[in-house]
């Protein structure tokens, strides 16, 4: 898993509550945007442009990988 913590937050911040909502902006399917927003996958690097272009989040903060409990 990715750290979906920083797109969640930056899109709460600008009102994008849901998957949904972040699929619009992003134009993208839906399921994908419910993907990046429950953390099951990663961005590609051409969607973390995208993200960086629309909520400002630098794509080394997004792609950074969570660390996993022992």
Do not use: C, F
């Not at 797109?7 to 994908?32: C, E, F, M, W």
């Not at 442009?49 to 996993?68: C, D, H």
């Amino acid at each position: 898993m990715y750290d979906r913590t920083a797109l969640v937050a930056a899109a709460q911040a600008i009102g994008d509550h849901t998957p949904s909502d972040i699929a619009r902006r992003l134009k993208v399917a839906r399921n994908t945007a419910w993907r990046l927003w429950n953390g099951v996958t990663a961005p590609s690097v051409q969607l973390a442009a995208q993200v960086n272009s629309v909520y400002g989040i630098a794509p080394e903060l997004l792609l950074r990988e969570t660390e996993r409990a022992a």
